[in-house]
T-cell receptor
Framework: EAGVAQSPRYKIIEKRQSVAFWCNPI?????LYWYQQILGQGPKLLIQFQNNGVVDDSQLPKDRFSAERLKGVDSTLKIQPAKLEDSAVYLC?????????????FGDGTRLSIL | GNSVTQMEGPVTLSEEAFLTINCTYTATGYPSLFWYVQYPGEGLQLLLK?????DKGSNKGFEATYRKETTSFHLEKGSVQVSDSAVYFC????????????FGQGTRLTINP
């Protein structure tokens, strides 16, 4: 089966600019996650979708980050305006139902550099 | 809140050495436990998992046992290879509430030939 697809792989922007990332989960997976992974740290959950509804966005900096999954399939994460501390790898993951014992499948991520 | 603490890295071993990467957790209830591996330039891949106490997860020669009494999930491999060089993440997923992975900080493993 095809894995989680993310694009772009790399993005370089200046601070205060905007950027968007795209994710297409594994077919049939109801739950989609966006994680932020800062260099040298483990991934941190930003937002979780169940179909097209938000389950958890408690760690999403809502003043600058937004995400949507309008049709319950692919998703977009946006940052506007970007800050230097947003430099990180943004990982998308999906799982079949979101049950705690189910593994999450990760894409290769988008590496974002803020100048 | 839930948290995961991993052994500090980096860890450097010779090929065919025995590997242990320690992982302990703090959680309410009975979380599911996972080890993920991240190769350079790639996303995380599930290595193994255990969903209840005393379960042993295993894959590609790696093993980890869910120890509730010590709140641990240490990763072991009897004989490592150069291709095992990667960053390893221990993670838990809470039983209640929104299911999300809480990761440790990762342990970078380098295997020398």
């Amino acid at each position: 089966e095809a894995g989680v697809a993310q694009s772009p792989r790399y993005k370089i922007i200046e601070k205060r600019q905007s950027v968007a990332f795209w994710c297409n989960p594994i077919s049939g997976h109801a739950t989609l996650y966006w994680y932020q992974q800062i260099l040298g740290q483990g991934p941190k959950l930003l937002i979780q979708f169940q179909n097209n509804g938000v389950v958890d966005d408690s760690q999403l900096p809502k003043d600058r980050f937004s995400a949507e999954r309008l049709k319950g399939v692919d998703s977009t994460l946006k940052i506007q305006p970007a800050k230097l501390e947003d430099s990180a790898v943004y990982l998308c993951a999906s799982s079949f139902s979101g049950a705690s014992n189910q593994p999450q499948h990760f894409g290769d991520g988008t590496r974002l550099s803020i100048l | 809140g839930n948290s995961v603490t991993q052994m500090e890295g980096p860890v450097t071993l010779s090929e065919e050495a025995f590997l242990t990467i320690n992982c302990t957790y703090t959680a309410t209830g009975y979380p599911s436990l996972f080890w993920y591996v991240q190769y350079p330039g790639e996303g995380l891949q599930l290595l193994l998992k255990a969903t209840k106490a005393d379960d042993k997860g295993s894959n590609k020669g790696f093993e980890a046992t869910y120890r509730k009494e010590t709140t641990s999930f240490h990763l072991e491999k009897g004989s490592v290879q150069v291709s095992d060089s990667a960053v390893y993440f221990c993670a838990l997923s809470a039983v209640q509430g929104a299911q999300k992975l809480v990761f440790g900080q990762g342990t970078r493993l380098t295997i020398n030939p």
